[in-house]
């Protein structure tokens, strides 16, 4: 029951019914800080919330090192790989998340962000203002919150940062289908103030769509080789047969790149037709990617 009813809800986001309107919001135009505190609106009712929730890992997993970045799915049938990446981050306690996605439609400007908080069953999830205004004021993104506000790689794992994180804010991060690897780069170097041990980015990024569960795992396969040899090259060249922004996945390893880290672990890799049980569907596939510090330097 629980299966079926994280397909249906995922098949609406992918449809674009999550987060329909604001009811109040800025024009988008401008970069100042939000006087009225404006927000997004929910992607989930509670009902929704619990069934993902319920969606636990068998065995989770655990880890004892300080996390950098992930990499984690956005569409919700993989809940029990978000779940157990969120249950890491629980007991780490960062105060800031940087949320990079996809812009799926690709409407707007290349990088977009936004100053409005975001609505979840358990309350609102705050949007830190400071490290925003200063991407808007350097120019490294544009305020768009009606585009921001219809994006499911953002508001669909709001909720799960809300539950899990009660107490942290997070920079919301929507990038167009040819951001460059260069662009990553300097997006990173302008958030260079606010990355701290109590900072973790997480590149929300699914990976292949549209295949049969044998062809996803096929294409998992060449893909996870490409991220183990850093292959930026051939990262970008991949569409969405294999994964649906190697932007946002690169600025996950990027951010590690520059802390020193060459290695990630894999908590999970899966794809829907595994999880729902179903061969003859078009398959999402997934992967829970975590970067620890570099313990001698942290």
């Known amino acids: 029951m629980t299966a079926l009813l994280l397909l249906c809800f ?10 329909i309107s604001l009811t109040e919001k ?8 939000s006087v009225s505190s404006p927000s997004h ?17 068998a065995v989770p997993s ?27 981050l629980a007991a780490q306690e960062p105060g800031l998340i940087i949320l990079v996605g996809p812009n799926h439609l690709n409407n707007g400007n290349r990088i977009i962000t936004g100053l409005d908080n975001w609505e979840t069953p358990e309350g609102l999830v705050e949007t830190d203002q400071p490290t925003v205004n200063l991407l ?3 120019s490294l993104a544009s305020r768009d919150e009606g585009t921001l506000s219809s994006e499911h790689s953002i508001g669909s794992l709001a909720p799960l940062i809300k539950h899990y994180l009660p107490k942290a804010k997070i920079v919301p991060l929507i990038l167009h289908h040819d951001v460059t690897l260069q662009e990553v780069n300097t997006l990173l170097a302008g958030l260079e103030p606010c990355l701290n041990e109590h900072t973790v980015l997480i590149s929300s990024v699914d990976f292949s769509h549209y295949l049969t569960r044998v062809e996803a795992q096929g294409k998992d396969r060449e893909t996870l080789k490409y991220m183990q040899e850093f292959d930026y090259p051939a990262l970008f060249r991949l569409g969405n047969d294999y994964l649906d922004s190697p932007a946002s996945l690169a600025a996950s390893f990027r951010l590690a790149e520059k802390q020193g880290i060459r290695a990630f672990h894999v908590l999970g890799n899966t794809n829907s037709g595994i999880l729902l ?20 330097s942290d």
């Open 277 to 296: 049980q179903n061969d003859m569907i078009q398959t999402t596939s997934y992967f829970t990617l975590v970067f620890y510090a570099d313990t001698d």
């Open 10 to 19: 995922s098949f609406l986001l992918l449809s674009g019914c999550g987060g």
């Open 26 to 33: 800025s024009s988008g135009e401008d970069g100042g800080i």
């Open 41 to 57: 609106p929910g992607f989930i009712t509670r009902e929704e919330l619990n069934a993902i929730l319920a969606d636990q890992p």
């Open 136 to 138: 808007l004021k350097n």
């Open 62 to 88: 655990k880890a004892d090192k300080r996390i950098v970045s992930a990499v984690m799915p956005h569409h919700l049938t993989a809940a029990r790989l978000i779940n157990d990446l969120m249950q890491i």
